[in-house]
């Protein structure tokens, strides 16, 4: 995989930016984690839930791949159910 397999012609411009950053992090472990996540999920986030993710956009990679691996524990700021369906989407 290589980038998006979503096309955003469909979404406001807050949840394209979020696409957009999600595939463009920085490292390709966490493009991966965070760009499937959105292509599966971020039509469906509700506002809420949006910005727990625009949030979760802000934390460094390195910050989040030890939450991803389990090698730090999560922030609780960030210890939310949509985190866990970020880890979920992961598995799969």
Excluded: C
């Excluded at 807050?14 to 039509?43: H, K, N, P, Q, Y």
């Excluded at 389990?70 to 970020?86: K, N, Q, S, W, Y």
């Amino acid at each position: 995989m290589t980038g998006t397999t979503r096309s955003s012609h469909d979404l406001d411009p807050r949840r394209r930016r979020a696409l957009v950053r999600s595939w463009r992090r920085g490292t390709r472990e966490m493009d991966l984690v965070l760009g499937g996540f959105a292509d599966a999920e971020i039509d469906r986030l509700s506002e809420d839930e949006l910005a727990q993710y625009e949030a979760l956009l802000e934390v460094p990679d390195t910050q989040l791949f030890k939450w991803v691996t389990g090698e730090a524990t999560v922030e609780p700021l960030h210890d939310t159910p949509l985190f866990a369906r970020i880890l979920a989407t992961r598995a799969n």
